[in-house]
């Protein structure tokens, strides 16, 4: 944990070099993706020595599919390989970790780098195997023409913004990241003369980096002490569950389930800050004129902690990894998309039991609160008093369906899950 920190502290005062000293106006895009590269290979050496070389050799073995396998199969090799691999190594944990988390625990960028290998197979599918009229507006955007170089490659895979704690992005929004023309796509959107300028604004992210560095200090403190005070073990103490009303037993889980949230606030936010701080991750403007910079944001805290509804939960949490589900499972499942997309994300995690009762669990609340929200809300809409009397309700019904399905995957194993669901 120690190693994480001082890694993402340091690619934070790299990544603000990297923009003022390496940025598209002083480097070329050839030195930009080389000290890229290179910073994100030592951090992987610094931060799991030899078990970085799971990271290399995933890779490698992936650039060599991508350059020999037929383009109509390309994504399926890809998918294969690094899903495979990656679950060869979750097995290993399960043996070598006994459902702890050492510090040598390289899984967490092997995760990463597999959603990046698969995006890029996906999307050079879409590209040069698949005819324009075939896809979705999105795919169309983010189809990938050309295989890239090596050094391309590298750098989008082994970068040192994302190599530690991600998020994952799309390669096509990364290259144009390199070369300088990310912003400036973006603010060619909006029509800045109507506006009254006269030429295209430079929006800085030192703004967004300062709020999103506070709001990681703030989920430091809170998970160095409200976290630790209140651990989820705790729940299935048999003094605990003797002793406990029922009801009481709801609000505790409630309190420890937001106590699992601040460590990953922090580590989200801050993997965002670092790629901001490059100059990586602007959005565009929104309807009031700000300059948005949450392109890689992998949550949104009002929107989860206010969610009246679990999609709307789920939708706010881990948001880049929500969005590689949708476009590498979701939007191309021949059948069953809801089923098959919860099931790859429990692969993806890991094998521990507790993911798996988490995942198919949130399957039968996805449909179960889908099909109660298209038949039971236009019921609620009439008046405002029977609007905030279904939002009350349905935010106290979506937090405690959010923490019944997560429980599992912070205890991990079958026991402590089959005692908690008791």
């Known amino acids: 944990q120690i190693n994480f920190v001082a890694c993402q502290l340091f690619a934070l005062l790299a990544a603000f070099w990297f923009r003022i000293y390496l940025g598209p106006s002083h480097a070329s895009s050839a030195v930009r993706h080389a000290f890229a590269t290179l910073f994100g290979i030592y951090f992987a050496v610094f931060c799991f020595g030899w078990y970085s070389i799971h990271l290399f050799v995933l890779v490698v073995m ?115 990241f390199i070369e300088g023309r990310h912003v400036h796509m973006k603010l060619l959107e909006v029509n800045w003369k109507q506006k009254g300028y006269d030429r295209l604004p430079d929006p800085s992210p030192t703004g967004a980096v300062m709020y999103k560095l506070c709001v990681t200090v703030v989920s430091l403190i809170l998970f160095l002490t409200f976290t630790k005070n209140f651990p989820m073990a705790y729940i299935v103490d048999n003094e605990f569950l003797d002793k406990t009303p029922f009801l009481s037993r709801l609000g505790y889980l409630y309190v420890v389930t937001q106590a699992a949230k601040p460590k990953y606030y922090f580590a989200w936010t801050l993997a965002d800050a670092v790629n901001n701080a490059a100059g990586y991750g602007f959005s565009g403007v929104d309807e009031r004129g700000t300059f948005r910079w949450d392109l890689l944001s992998n949550l949104n805290i009002w929107n989860i902690e206010t969610a009246t509804s679990f999609k709307m939960y789920i939708g706010n949490w881990n948001i880049q990894t929500a969005a590689w589900l949708k476009r590498v499972c979701y939007d191309r499942a021949p059948w069953y998309p809801t089923a098959l997309t919860f099931i790859l994300s429990a692969l993806w995690h890991g094998i521990y039991p507790g993911y798996y ?35 009350v309700v349905t935010w106290l019904v979506t937090q405690l369906a959010v923490c019944y399905t997560v429980a599992p995957f912070v205890m991990l194993a079958v026991e402590p899950t089959i005692k908690f669901y008791k």
């Open 62 to 176: 992936n650039y060599g599919i991508m350059n020999m396998a037929s383009i109509p199969n390309i994504h399926r090799y890809s998918f294969v390989v690094a899903m495979g691999y990656l679950t060869l190594c979750h097995i290993s944990r399960i043996y070598i970790f006994h459902y702890g988390i050492l510090t040598t625990d390289f899984s967490g960028p092997l995760m990463i780098i597999t959603q990046k290998i698969t995006t890029l197979a996906c999307q050079l599918h879409d590209g040069i195997g698949r005819q324009a009229e075939e896809l979705t507006a999105e795919q169309n955007r983010l189809a990938v023409k050309t295989r890239p170089s090596l050094l391309e490659y590298l750098s989008y895979l082994l970068n040192f913004m994302s190599i530690i704690a991600g998020p994952c992005s799309n390669y096509k929004d990364y290259i144009a």
């Open 357 to 391: 009762f988490t995942f198919l669990t949130g399957i039968l609340i996805t449909l179960t609160a889908r099909a109660i929200r298209n038949n039971c809300r236009h019921y609620f809409l009439s008046s405002v008093p029977l609007k905030i009397a279904y939002d």
